[in-house]
């Protein structure tokens, strides 16, 4: 079996040296894997046209030799919703991680013009074989009824729900994440303990 090539794209203000993104791609390069992990443009200004636009040029890098993975955390996550109906058949990813993504509100005016993405169940579907939600009951970027009922169920993505997990990035203790190293490496399905 080939190794996989992964697609790894940051958030807002994208992904620090101690965030587990930044960490999962050195494992993952060690390794000698396919690794993108892009700098999205203006990432304390974000664009979504413009990273619309930086998304499909990276998935038409990706190898197709072997399983296309795509990891995302938090705008990483909306940018990939948004653009799922845009995703061209021989583009399309094999597996597909959303970390953390939030909700819309106008609590982060940064964001606003990311939402609403209108994705829909049969366009994610169309852009991945399989999708996956991982995500914390107390997000707050994603407050009230949270992402898994936000996102997850309307979309119908299997969730991995973390209590206590925050928005899932080192502020909430997660650097260094042995168990989403082991999901792209297919070794495990579901990132719960």
Do not use: K
């Amino acid at each position: 079996m080939t190794s996989p090539h992964v697609l790894i794209l940051h958030g807002w203000q994208g992904s620090g040296p101690e965030h587990w993104q930044t960490w999962l791609a050195g494992r993952l390069a060690a390794r000698g894997l396919d690794v993108r992990y892009p700098e999205l443009p203006d990432c304390d200004t974000p664009c979504p046209d413009r990273w619309g636009i930086a998304l499909h040029e990276e998935l038409a890098a990706l190898g197709h030799d072997g399983e296309r993975v795509v990891v995302c955390h938090s705008l990483g996550c909306v940018l990939w919703l948004r653009e799922a109906r845009r995703v061209r058949p021989e583009h399309r990813a094999d597996r597909v991680l959303l970390v953390a993504p939030p909700c819309p509100g106008e609590h982060v005016a940064e964001l606003a013009g990311f939402f609403p993405t209108d994705a829909r169940p049969d366009e994610v579907r169309g852009a991945a074989d399989r999708t996956r939600l991982v995500c914390a009951e107390n997000d707050p970027y994603c407050p009230g009824v949270g992402a898994a009922e936000h996102w997850g169920a309307p979309l119908g993505l299997p969730v991995d729900l973390l209590r206590g997990g925050g928005h899932l990035n080192p502020d909430a203790g997660y650097g260094p994440w042995a168990a989403v190293e082991e999901w792209v490496l297919g070794e495990r399905e579901e990132l719960v303990a």
